[in-house]
Protein backbone atom coordinates (compact mmCIF):
# COMPACT_ATOMS: atom_id res chain seq x y z
CA UNK A 1 0.00 0.00 0.00
CA UNK A 2 1.36 3.56 -0.53
CA UNK A 3 2.06 6.04 1.62
CA UNK A 4 -0.58 8.58 0.48
CA UNK A 5 -3.17 5.75 0.55
CA UNK A 6 -3.71 5.29 4.17
CA UNK A 7 -7.18 8.33 4.05
CA UNK A 8 -8.55 5.87 1.03
CA UNK A 9 -8.67 3.14 3.57
CA UNK A 10 -9.79 5.60 6.58
CA UNK A 11 -12.32 6.49 4.46
CA UNK A 12 -13.67 2.59 3.58
CA UNK A 13 -13.81 2.01 6.72
CA UNK A 14 -15.80 4.64 8.00
CA UNK A 15 -18.25 4.21 5.05
CA UNK A 16 -18.90 0.72 5.57
CA UNK A 17 -19.46 1.52 10.00
CA UNK A 18 -21.73 4.23 8.83
CA UNK A 19 -23.86 1.99 6.06
CA UNK A 20 -24.08 -0.84 8.82
CA UNK A 21 -25.33 1.78 11.21
CA UNK A 22 -28.18 3.12 9.00
CA UNK A 23 -29.33 -0.33 8.00
CA UNK A 24 -29.58 -1.86 11.27
CA UNK A 25 -31.10 0.88 12.78
CA UNK A 26 -31.72 0.98 16.78
CA UNK A 27 -32.74 -2.09 18.09
CA UNK A 28 -36.32 -1.40 19.92
CA UNK A 29 -38.45 -4.32 21.02
CA UNK A 30 -42.50 -3.48 21.50
CA UNK A 31 -43.12 -6.19 23.98
CA UNK A 32 -45.24 -4.02 26.11
CA UNK A 33 -48.86 -2.94 24.45
CA UNK A 34 -50.46 0.62 25.16
CA UNK A 35 -53.67 0.85 26.66
CA UNK A 36 -56.34 3.03 25.64
CA UNK A 37 -58.41 4.76 29.02
CA UNK A 38 -61.47 6.87 27.82
CA UNK A 39 -61.16 10.01 30.13
CA UNK A 40 -64.58 9.80 32.38
CA UNK A 41 -67.37 12.75 31.55
CA UNK A 42 -66.87 13.92 35.18
CA UNK A 43 -63.30 14.77 34.56
CA UNK A 44 -64.74 18.27 32.20
CA UNK A 45 -66.02 20.77 34.27
CA UNK A 46 -67.62 24.06 32.38
CA UNK A 47 -65.62 27.19 32.21
CA UNK A 48 -66.32 29.35 35.82
CA UNK A 49 -67.91 32.61 34.41
CA UNK A 50 -64.74 35.05 35.12
CA UNK A 51 -63.51 38.66 33.53
CA UNK A 52 -61.79 36.26 30.85
CA UNK A 53 -66.01 34.89 29.30
CA UNK A 54 -67.51 38.45 30.14
CA UNK A 55 -64.59 39.97 27.77
CA UNK A 56 -65.44 36.92 25.37
CA UNK A 57 -69.15 37.28 25.40
CA UNK A 58 -69.19 41.16 24.75
CA UNK A 59 -71.69 43.10 22.48
CA UNK A 60 -70.41 44.80 19.84
CA UNK A 61 -71.34 48.25 21.34
CA UNK A 62 -69.35 47.61 24.45
CA UNK A 63 -66.26 46.50 22.50
CA UNK A 64 -63.48 49.11 23.12
CA UNK A 65 -62.94 51.53 19.97
CA UNK A 66 -59.48 51.74 18.84
CA UNK A 67 -58.10 55.05 18.79
CA UNK A 68 -56.86 56.76 15.09
CA UNK A 69 -53.69 58.44 16.48
CA UNK A 70 -51.22 55.68 17.80
CA UNK A 71 -50.26 56.76 21.57
CA UNK A 72 -46.53 57.34 22.03
CA UNK A 73 -44.30 55.11 23.97
CA UNK A 74 -42.50 57.16 26.24
CA UNK A 75 -39.09 56.89 26.24
CA UNK A 76 -36.44 57.92 29.03
CA UNK A 77 -33.42 60.27 28.34
CA UNK A 78 -30.51 58.75 28.30
CA UNK A 79 -28.40 59.69 31.03
CA UNK A 80 -24.71 60.73 31.30
CA UNK A 81 -23.09 58.71 33.81
CA UNK A 82 -20.19 60.29 35.49
CA UNK A 83 -16.94 59.25 35.25
CA UNK A 84 -14.97 58.44 37.56
CA UNK A 85 -11.46 59.68 38.40
CA UNK A 86 -8.91 57.42 37.85
CA UNK A 87 -6.39 57.19 40.21
CA UNK A 88 -2.56 56.06 39.87
CA UNK A 89 0.40 55.18 41.69
CA UNK A 90 3.28 56.13 39.73
CA UNK A 91 6.29 53.81 39.14
CA UNK A 92 8.92 55.70 37.29
CA UNK A 93 8.19 53.71 33.90
CA UNK A 94 7.76 56.67 31.00
CA UNK A 95 7.14 57.17 27.53
CA UNK A 96 7.21 59.93 24.61
CA UNK A 97 5.49 60.18 21.38
CA UNK A 98 2.59 61.61 20.07
CA UNK A 99 -0.41 61.61 21.29
CA UNK A 100 -3.99 62.14 19.13
CA UNK A 101 -7.61 61.95 19.85
CA UNK A 102 -10.10 59.79 18.21
CA UNK A 103 -13.06 60.34 20.38
CA UNK A 104 -15.13 63.74 20.20
CA UNK A 105 -18.06 63.21 23.00
CA UNK A 106 -21.57 63.02 22.15
CA UNK A 107 -20.33 63.72 18.28
CA UNK A 108 -17.73 61.04 16.60
CA UNK A 109 -17.69 57.29 17.26
CA UNK A 110 -17.00 56.23 20.74
CA UNK A 111 -16.61 52.72 22.49
CA UNK A 112 -20.49 52.03 22.94
CA UNK A 113 -19.33 51.00 27.01
CA UNK A 114 -17.46 54.28 27.09
CA UNK A 115 -19.53 56.83 25.78
CA UNK A 116 -17.67 59.21 27.33
CA UNK A 117 -14.58 60.35 29.49
CA UNK A 118 -11.50 59.73 30.51
CA UNK A 119 -10.17 57.01 28.55
CA UNK A 120 -7.51 55.94 25.85
CA UNK A 121 -6.53 53.80 23.33
CA UNK A 122 -2.95 52.39 23.56
CA UNK A 123 -0.71 52.26 20.61
CA UNK A 124 1.55 49.30 19.83
CA UNK A 125 4.73 50.91 21.96
CA UNK A 126 2.75 51.32 24.69
CA UNK A 127 1.31 48.16 24.88
CA UNK A 128 4.61 46.46 24.54
CA UNK A 129 5.74 48.53 27.23
CA UNK A 130 2.43 47.67 29.71
CA UNK A 131 2.99 44.27 28.61
CA UNK A 132 0.10 41.76 28.37
CA UNK A 133 -2.82 42.80 31.12
CA UNK A 134 -2.39 46.76 29.48
CA UNK A 135 -6.41 47.09 29.33
CA UNK A 136 -7.94 48.75 32.49
CA UNK A 137 -4.71 50.41 33.22
CA UNK A 138 -4.26 54.43 34.20
CA UNK A 139 -1.84 55.98 32.99
CA UNK A 140 -0.81 59.74 33.09
CA UNK A 141 -0.80 62.09 30.00
CA UNK A 142 0.96 64.78 29.73
CA UNK A 143 2.32 67.38 27.18
CA UNK A 144 6.28 68.26 27.48
CA UNK A 145 5.28 71.96 27.58
CA UNK A 146 2.27 71.94 29.27
CA UNK A 147 2.63 71.30 33.00
CA UNK A 148 -1.67 69.85 32.99
CA UNK A 149 -1.76 66.12 32.62
CA UNK A 150 -4.50 63.70 32.86
CA UNK A 151 -4.78 60.20 34.19
CA UNK A 152 -6.79 58.01 31.72
CA UNK A 153 -7.50 54.20 31.43
CA UNK A 154 -6.40 52.42 28.91
CA UNK A 155 -9.64 51.06 27.24
CA UNK A 156 -8.70 49.99 23.61
CA UNK A 157 -6.10 49.74 21.38
CA UNK A 158 -4.96 51.57 18.11
CA UNK A 159 -2.76 50.65 15.17
CA UNK A 160 -0.76 53.64 15.43
CA UNK A 161 2.58 53.87 14.58
CA UNK A 162 5.61 55.54 13.63
CA UNK A 163 6.44 57.28 17.14
CA UNK A 164 2.24 57.90 17.42
CA UNK A 165 1.68 55.66 21.37
CA UNK A 166 -1.76 56.95 22.46
CA UNK A 167 -5.33 58.02 21.11
CA UNK A 168 -7.27 60.05 23.78
CA UNK A 169 -10.83 60.81 23.92
CA UNK A 170 -11.96 64.65 23.38
CA UNK A 171 -12.79 64.80 27.13
CA UNK A 172 -9.32 64.11 27.87
CA UNK A 173 -7.30 65.57 25.02
CA UNK A 174 -8.62 68.97 25.69
CA UNK A 175 -7.58 68.69 29.61
CA UNK A 176 -3.77 68.50 28.18
CA UNK A 177 -4.78 70.68 25.07
CA UNK A 178 -6.84 73.42 24.64
CA UNK A 179 -6.70 73.35 21.16
CA UNK A 180 -6.81 70.11 19.91
CA UNK A 181 -9.55 70.19 17.07
CA UNK A 182 -7.47 72.45 15.14
CA UNK A 183 -3.88 70.57 15.29
CA UNK A 184 -2.54 67.25 14.60
CA UNK A 185 -2.12 66.24 18.12
CA UNK A 186 0.42 66.76 20.82
CA UNK A 187 3.47 65.58 19.19
CA UNK A 188 5.62 65.46 22.54
CA UNK A 189 3.47 63.84 24.81
CA UNK A 190 4.61 62.39 28.06
CA UNK A 191 2.92 59.10 29.36
CA UNK A 192 4.12 57.98 32.64
CA UNK A 193 2.70 54.97 34.87
Given at each position: ???????????????????E????G????A?V????????A???????D?????A?????SD???A?IA???V?T?????RA??R???R??????????T??C???V?G?????P?GL??????????????????????????WN?KGV????A???????????D?????????D?????N???K???I??
Amino acid sequence: MRRTGWWLVALAVATAVLVEVLISGPKVKADVATAYVPVPATAFVPYPDSTYGAAYHQRPSDAPRASIAPTPVPTAAPTLRATPRPTIRLTGHRLVGTATWYCLTGVSGCMAIHPGGLYAAAGPALRAALGVNWRGRAVLVRSTWNTKGVVVILADWCACGGGHVIDLYSDAMKVIDPGYRTNGGVKDALITW
